[in-house]
């Protein structure tokens, strides 16, 4: 299929919306009609032709209007990237693994020719045409991270591996459900989960961990991750939170299918090569409620989920205080028919 890009904005007039497609691919995050936090890793391996589990990076309709939000949060706040200096190499390691993976993903999108050390990098819908030296920082406008995260949907925290933990020592975050690089740059993995409830006493983070120090070169993983946001925004920051979390009280039961979004992240590990760092990409899908109940199964399965779950979940997900509406307009779309298992339509 030839992806028809869109132009639609996800601040001020809020354009963003989803075609049949791209509801129809959208990742659901609720396997059955209830949900606890939990590790649910799985390899991410190609999976369902057409779906967001079919290539290693998701290239959608989104993708121009993403990468246009990303340069503008730069601009306005330029500490969204950082790297520390020894992370450099793996900033040249994650640069390589999204040219190649596009580039063999998407040849008609994106093309990359290698002779050695000179490189030429080509994306046609942002209209790059980059030769540069690999390994050689001064022959590209950016540092090789963010260059190649400029181009790409998503976050990425890229983390170093020492002592038997991870630490969050690069990334470009633009896109994150509240939480901060500039605040957690330098943590350690449990220092920055310290805010999720239920998951440190159930032992979920110490599980985690140790499968994430264990994920081996050519074997990413791959899990979903969700929360709730008023407005299609992709910056849900805390530095920004002035702006965006006053937008939760305008949320009512007559603008509730076009405002009240389910903010869906597919989170990917993968090993890089030379400097033995685990990045962990974080793309953030969004969908309309009046999207999500279009599909019979999901509008059920959302009523049923965000009813039963628990206090400190809502709260923490941050629409505790929406949630009595959000269920009271969800359980218009919720007969009592059973659900069959798994994420997709049926």
């Given at each position: 299929?030839?992806?028809?890009?869109?132009?639609?904005?996800?601040?001020?007039?809020?354009?963003?919306?989803?075609?049949?497609?791209?509801?129809?691919r959208f990742?659901?995050?609720?396997?059955?009609?209830?949900?606890?936090?939990?590790?649910?890793?799985?390899?991410?391996?190609?999976?369902?032709?057409g779906?967001?589990?079919?290539?290693?990076?998701?290239?959608?309709?989104?993708?121009?209007?993403?990468?246009?939000?990303?340069?503008?949060?730069?601009?306005?706040?330029?500490?969204?990237?950082?790297?520390?200096?020894?992370?450099?190499?793996?900033?040249?390691?994650?640069?390589?693994?999204?040219?190649?993976?596009?580039?063999?993903?998407?040849?008609?999108?994106?093309?990359?020719?290698?002779?050695?050390?000179?490189w030429?990098?080509?994306?046609?819908?942002?209209?790059?045409?980059?030769?540069?030296?690999?390994?050689d920082?001064?022959?590209?406008?950016?540092?090789?991270?963010?260059?190649?995260?400029?181009?790409?949907?998503?976050?990425?925290?890229?983390?170093?591996?020492?002592?038997?933990?991870?630490?969050?020592?690069?990334?470009?975050?633009?896109?994150?459900?509240?939480?901060?690089?500039?605040?957690?740059?330098?943590?350690?993995?449990?220092?920055?989960?310290?805010?999720?409830p239920?998951?440190?006493?159930?032992?979920?983070?110490?599980?985690?961990?140790?499968?994430?120090l264990?994920?081996?070169?050519g074997?990413?993983?791959r899990?979903?991750?969700?929360?709730?946001?008023?407005?299609?925004?992709?910056?849900?920051?805390?530095?920004?939170?002035?702006?965006?979390?006053?937008?939760?009280?305008?949320?009512?039961?007559?603008?509730?299918p076009?405002?009240?979004?389910?903010?869906?992240?597919?989170?990917?590990?993968?090993?890089?090569?030379?400097?033995?760092?685990?990045?962990?990409?974080i793309?953030?899908?969004l969908?309309?409620?009046?999207?999500?109940?279009?599909?019979p199964?999901?509008?059920?399965?959302?009523?049923?989920?965000l009813?039963?779950?628990?206090?400190?979940?809502?709260?923490?997900?941050g629409?505790?205080?929406?949630?009595?509406?959000?269920?009271?307009?969800?359980?218009?779309?919720?007969?009592?028919?059973?659900?069959?298992?798994?994420?997709?339509?049926?």
């Amino acid at each position: 299929m030839t992806i028809q890009f869109k132009d639609e904005t996800f601040r001020d007039d809020y354009t963003f919306k989803n075609s049949e497609w791209a509801v129809n691919r959208f990742p659901f995050p609720f396997h059955e009609d209830s949900y606890m936090y939990s590790v649910n890793m799985e390899p991410h391996q190609s999976f369902r032709p057409g779906s967001v589990f079919e290539h290693r990076f998701d290239v959608d309709e989104h993708y121009l209007s993403e990468m246009r939000d990303r340069a503008q949060v730069l601009a306005e706040d330029p500490l969204r990237c950082q790297s520390l200096p020894h992370m450099t190499l793996a900033g040249w390691d994650l640069l390589e693994l999204i040219m190649v993976s596009k580039s063999e993903d998407y040849p008609d999108l994106f093309q990359l020719n290698r002779d050695d050390n000179n490189w030429h990098w080509i994306n046609k819908p942002m209209g790059i045409d980059q030769k540069f030296t690999f390994l050689d920082e001064a022959t590209l406008p950016y540092g090789p991270m963010e260059y190649i995260t400029r181009q790409t949907q998503g976050d990425f925290a890229v983390l170093d591996q020492r002592d038997d933990n991870l630490w969050m020592d690069a990334g470009m975050i633009t896109t994150q459900a509240d939480w901060s690089l500039d605040f957690d740059i330098g943590m350690n993995f449990f220092e920055w989960h310290a805010p999720v409830p239920k998951a440190h006493e159930l032992g979920i983070f110490v599980r985690a961990l140790k499968f994430l120090l264990n994920v081996q070169q050519g074997l990413p993983a791959r899990r979903l991750n969700w929360t709730m946001t008023v407005n299609p925004l992709l910056d849900t920051s805390p530095e920004n939170y002035s702006k965006w979390g006053v937008q939760k009280q305008e949320l009512t039961l007559e603008n509730m299918p076009d405002k009240m979004h389910l903010r869906v992240e597919l989170q990917t590990f993968f090993r890089l090569p030379r400097s033995n760092a685990l990045v962990f990409p974080i793309r953030c899908y969004l969908i309309k409620l009046g999207e999500v109940v279009t599909v019979p199964k999901w509008g059920r399965r959302l009523h049923r989920v965000l009813r039963d779950l628990p206090e400190e979940l809502a709260t923490y997900k941050g629409f505790i205080g929406n949630r009595p509406k959000i269920i009271e307009w969800l359980s218009r779309y919720d007969d009592g028919a059973p659900t069959s298992p798994g994420i997709w339509p049926d």
